[in-house]
Nanobody, 120 residues
């Protein structure tokens, strides 16, 4: 299975973007899916996760109430609203068969990333 992200771009503070992650070469129906991000010069950090059934989600505190993760068949989405400059990063889609929550080390499939830039 390969993951390909899209939807990144440049927006001003307060704007919105919708990231998409498309899986190809197989199904992600039994994988927990997540979004991580990495700002320049910083470690990769957890953003949001959705369980394989779609029934459970989790978010880092700084994006709660602003970001929404969802999934549909072989797609995973991250709706990002009220964007802030501190949201600027490369965003990665990841998949885990083990249900790894916030632990990036346990995600076995990764996309190549999509850049999100928020200007003030």
């Amino acid at each position: 299975v390969q993951l390909v992200e899209s939807g990144g771009g440049s927006v001003q503070t307060g704007g919105s973007l919708r990231l998409s992650c498309e899986a190809s070469g197989g199904t992600i129906g039994t994988y927990d899916m997540a979004w991580f991000r990495q700002a320049s010069g910083k470690d990769r950090e957890f953003v949001a996760t959705v369980s394989w059934s779609g029934g459970r989600t989790d978010y880092r505190d700084s994006v709660k109430g602003r970001f929404i993760i969802s999934r549909d068949k072989n797609m995973v989405y991250l709706q990002m609203n009220s964007l802030k400059p501190e949201d600027t990063a490369v965003y990665y889609c990841a998949a885990s068969i083990l249900g790894s929550g916030r632990n990036s080390d346990a995600y076995e499939l990764w996309g190549q990333g999509t850049q999100v830039t928020v200007s003030s």
